[in-house]
């Protein structure tokens, strides 16, 4: 990996101004800090770059930059009671498309004490809950097969996510895998300290995690939004 030369790190400095920004939270000490600011994210736009190229190393992504994969730092706040005008960390989906595709992605969080890398469905659709309720349904094992696989299990643990108090319209409460079928969101995370943030090895970690979490994107891209275009061929 990158044998010409060191790897991007994350700089101490990009976690440092998160941390503030979080307590500092208003346009008056942005402005004032912007070239902090600047500073921070052309540190994380060379990160995400280079991610993106080890990515395609081994997953097809091919003309992505990071402009497509990285978040903006500014809050959607019309429709949100905290009216705080900044996120608090630095976020890119790398995936095909980018941030905007339907198609899921190797996700990864920036945030002082809270970094992680994660992937799965996290925000389904009802028809893509549906489908993926069916599948539990009938191929229940080759999931389990993906996520209980060694290393995955010891990476990133159990599925993360809301479940029904309920059983799912079309299904009986009695059904053997009802525990799975009441999930309404599919994530798995593997949390990062900043110390492991900071490191210099901090690519070479995190591109091992995405190895290890493709066959589960595989799978759901496949039955979420590829199954139905294979078929017709």
């Excluded at 500073?39 to 990515?55: D, H, N, R, S, Y």
Aim: charge should be neutral.
């Amino acid at each position: 990996m990158n044998s010409t030369g060191s790897l991007p790190i994350v700089s101490p400095a990009t976690l440092d101004f998160l941390r503030q920004l979080s307590e500092n939270n208003h346009r008056d000490w942005f402005t004032a800090h912007r070239p902090a600011y600047e500073a921070a994210k052309a540190g994380w736009k060379k990160f995400v770059a280079a991610l993106i190229t080890e990515i395609g190393r081994f997953d097809e992504i091919s003309g992505l930059t990071a402009k497509d994969c990285i978040f903006r730092i500014n809050r959607d706040v019309r429709f949100s009671k905290d009216k705080s005008p900044y996120k608090i960390n630095f976020a890119a989906a790398v995936g095909r498309g980018g941030r905007q595709s339907k198609f899921l992605d190797y996700y990864l969080h920036l945030e002082p004490g809270k970094s992680f890398l994660g992937g799965g469905v996290y925000a389904p659709t009802g028809e893509e809950l549906a489908k993926i309720r069916q599948e539990i349904h009938y191929n229940l094992p080759e999931i389990k097969k993906i996520i209980e696989e060694p290393r995955f299990s010891a990476y990133f643990g159990e599925v993360q996510g809301s479940r029904l108090k309920t059983t799912p319209k079309g299904y009986d409460r009695t059904h053997p895998d009802i525990e799975w079928l009441r999930l309404q969101q599919f994530f798995f995370m593997h949390p990062f300290t900043d110390a492991e943030v900071s490191a210099p090895d901090f690519l070479t970690k995190v591109v091992e995690g995405c190895v290890i979490l493709k066959p589960l994107l595989d799978f759901f891209n496949y039955i979420l939004f590829e199954e139905e275009s294979v078929d017709k061929i």
